[in-house]
């Protein structure tokens, strides 16, 4: 297998990765210190983002928020937080905070995002954006309303691999996407009462791994123009397995899984009408990808930052340090577009949350 360099590769020289620079609306932060983030939550995802961060020598943990004082002080003291507060008030309010990190359950994020922007903070907030598209529209329209940056924690759509192939393939050097399909799921061995599996925090495969497969057939077909999907439900009602296909009126197809009740493969691939790319398990933050095409394949890297959440991070700083609204790797329509998309497959499946509206 032959590995792709910038300088050797079966699509010509890559271009650079660079984002081009948005407008510039608000004030630019200084250039002159870190970005200071504010951390809302202290489990395991915002453990993880705090790993990444620290690999980043122009970011530092300001301050950390819990629910209870002795959390937010362990993860302070572990992380190198410089304050920590058992609330989140106290955090969004603290002045030195430059952006807020949510990384509260799903069904919470409405909330928090708003007690931040109320506090004037920008804000990233973890996938899946909220319960339903609504509730999505009404931050949405708040930030914007307010001049404040806000973003989805989608990591996937700022991974250097997955930027690549997306660039490759609107370039059309994949030629024509028929088919898109990728699967994530593990066994969830959990107490009922745990975030994964309560139905008042939004729990169910959909919105904490199905969101994966379905940014990922968007970023190559787009909206689906028909959705039909299956799922089996637990006894309080969350989806615990299931399958979506997608129809597009080019008659490219996406077929999608995602299970809490087993463990999958948890691989993507696109086919096209000259090849094949293929990514390994845990597509949803690759390192590499393979292309295959007339009986050849060739190796697509790109360096990642740490397990990838820190070039999430890096992509929020960006932005920041330019004074942009969003960013245009992780747009907030598109955010907007696939809650909708969601909200489409949980009433084909049976799927209600307290947060839907009548």
């Given at each position: 297998?032959?590995?792709?360099?910038?300088?050797?590769?079966?699509?010509?020289?890559?271009?650079?990765?660079?984002?081009?620079?948005?407008?510039?609306?608000?004030?630019?932060?200084?250039?002159?210190?870190?970005?200071?983030?504010?951390?809302?939550?202290?489990?395991?995802?915002?453990?993880?983002?705090?790993?990444?961060?620290?690999?980043?020598?122009?970011?530092?943990?300001?301050?950390?928020?819990?629910?209870?004082?002795?959390?937010?002080?362990?993860?302070?003291?572990?992380?190198?937080?410089?304050?920590?507060?058992?609330?989140?008030?106290?955090?969004?309010?603290?002045?030195?905070?430059?952006?807020?990190?949510?990384?509260?359950?799903?069904?919470?994020?409405?909330?928090?995002?708003?007690?931040?922007?109320?506090?004037?903070?920008?804000?990233?907030?973890?996938?899946?954006?909220?319960?339903?598209?609504?509730?999505?529209?009404?931050?949405?329209?708040?930030?914007?309303?307010r001049g404040l940056f806000f973003m989805e924690a989608m990591w996937m759509r700022c991974n250097p691999v997955v930027r690549r192939l997306k660039q490759l393939a609107d370039s059309g050097a994949f030629g024509t996407i028929q088919q898109v399909r990728a699967d994530l799921g593990f066994l969830v061995d959990k107490p009922e009462t745990d975030r994964l599996l309560a139905p008042e925090l939004g729990g169910g495969a959909l919105l904490d791994m199905g969101v994966y497969p379905l940014t990922f057939a968007h970023l190559f077909l787009g909206s689906p123009d028909s959705v039909a999907a299956v799922a089996a439900l637990s006894p309080s009602g969350i989806d615990l397995n299931l399958s979506l296909s997608l129809g597009y009126d080019s008659g490219a197809v996406a077929s999608l899984s995602s299970t809490m009740t087993a463990w999958s493969p948890r691989t993507a691939s696109v086919a096209t009408d000259t090849g094949r790319l293929d990514l390994g398990d845990a597509f949803h933050h690759p390192r590499s990808a393979t292309w295959t095409s007339d009986g050849e394949s060739f190796e697509i890297t790109e360096q990642v930052t740490g397990t990838g959440l820190a070039d999430e991070a890096a992509e929020v700083m960006r932005c920041l340090r330019n004074g942009e609204l969003e960013s245009p790797l992780v747009p907030l329509d598109e955010t907007v577009e696939l809650m909708r998309l969601m909200d489409r497959i949980r009433e084909e499946i049976g799927l209600r949350y307290h947060a839907d509206r009548d």
């Open positions: 297998m032959t590995s792709v360099t910038s300088l050797d590769t079966p699509f010509g020289p890559l271009p650079a990765l660079d984002v081009p620079p948005g407008p510039s609306v608000n004030a630019p932060l200084p250039a002159d210190r870190p970005v200071r983030w504010g951390i809302l939550a202290t489990g395991k995802i915002a453990r993880g983002f705090a790993e990444n961060l620290a690999l980043l020598p122009d970011a530092e943990i300001a301050a950390v928020g819990a629910r209870r004082l002795e959390s937010a002080q362990e993860f302070a003291d572990r992380f190198g937080a410089a304050r920590a507060y058992g609330s989140y008030a106290e955090l969004v309010e603290d002045p030195d905070v430059d952006v807020v990190y949510v990384a509260t359950p799903h069904a919470l994020h409405k909330e928090h995002v708003l007690l931040a922007f109320d506090a004037g903070k920008p804000v990233l907030c973890e996938k899946a954006l909220t319960l339903n598209a609504p509730d999505a529209e009404e931050l949405v329209a708040e930030a914007r309303a």
